[in-house]
């Protein structure tokens, strides 16, 4: 006989760590809202509620604690997940919950209660997650020959990001602008910057890029990828050009939305970058000169 082993399994309804079959998908309880961001005045209490939603024939217990989280390093929206109170942007002792405990009967609902008290001197945006563990039983993962000893826990997560009304700012510096040919597709043109979140709240970029020559025409028009980051964190915008532009000189004219998380949450919007710099392209695309950004 094989000693049980605790295993837990980290999902997200909108980012997994971890791949779980169709069949297990179903067993496992979801909840309203993934992300909850809050905006509140130092000094204040806001209130709200979670919904768990048990879509199997089955009972779950499940067990709810707090944890600190942050953005892993490059900006392409991975998470770590760390003991409540060990980061100093924590939000966990703001946070209080209730129940910690519940057991949610076949196809039921329950409403998680919570309250956010932000502190009078509090600045910036401060951030926790909030788990609902539960076990999904022994031989729930696929059959390796030794599976029949695994306990299987899962845990879904509400990430929240509190922000103190007034009191955060969203900037960031772009610079390293860089134009070659692509490395993944060829005649292709990737355009890359450096991003670096200088401000003091999360920030999630929407960008795009430009190209307009003389005339004041678009030849090429293209989307960045969404950089992810805490205060001070670093990642690389990547867009591509796939098709042919004729040759000339060219104004690229670049545009990062700093306040995409705002958007998202329905929250209005937040401060944008423009930058402008001169590109001189040849024949077959062939990149001759790139300008200083400005």
């Not at 922000?163 to 960031?172: D, F, M, N, Y």
């Not at 030849?219 to 098709?243: E, I, M």
């Not at 545009?255 to 392209?281: F, H, Q």
């Not at 024949?283 to 200083?292: D, P």
Request: aromatic residues 10%.
């Amino acid at each position: 006989m094989f000693a049980a082993i605790r295993f837990i399994v980290i999902y997200f309804c909108f980012m997994g760590s971890f791949f779980v079959s169709i069949a297990q998908a179903d067993k496992l309880p979801f909840m309203n809202q993934s992300k909850i961001r809050v905006v509140a005045a130092p000094g204040d209490r806001v209130f709200g509620e979670i919904t768990l939603d048990n879509p199997t024939e089955e009972s779950k217990n499940m067990r709810l604690y707090l944890e600190d989280w942050y953005y892993l390093p490059g900006g392409a929206g991975g998470k770590e997940f760390l003991p409540a109170g060990s980061t100093p942007a924590s939000a966990c002792p703001w946070i209080s919950f209730s129940p910690a405990e519940v057991t949610l009967p076949a196809f039921g609902k329950q409403r998680i209660s919570y309250s956010v008290d932000v502190p009078s001197d509090a600045t910036g945006t401060h951030f926790a997650s909030l788990f609902f563990e539960t076990s999904l039983g022994k031989d729930s993962l696929p059959d390796s020959g030794r599976s029949a000893g695994l306990d299987v826990n899962v845990r879904v997560a509400t990430l929240f990001y509190i922000e103190v009304k007034g009191k955060a700012a969203r900037s960031a510096e772009v610079d390293n602008l860089n134009i070659q040919p692509s490395k993944d597709e060829k005649g292709a043109l990737d355009i890359t910057l450096d991003f670096e979140n200088t401000g003091n709240t999360d920030i999630t970029t929407s960008g795009s890029f430009s190209l307009m020559n003389n005339d004041g025409v678009v030849s090429a028009r293209g989307a960045f990828n969404n950089v992810y980051t805490f205060p001070g964190g670093k990642g690389s915008l990547l867009g591509t050009w796939k098709d042919r532009i004729p040759a000339g000189v060219y104004d690229l004219v670049i545009t990062i939305d700093l306040g995409k998380a705002l958007t998202d949450a329905g929250m209005g919007r937040g401060p944008v970058i423009t930058k402008e710099a001169s590109v001189t392209i040849g024949e077959n695309n062939k990149i001759v000169q790139v300008g200083k950004l400005h």
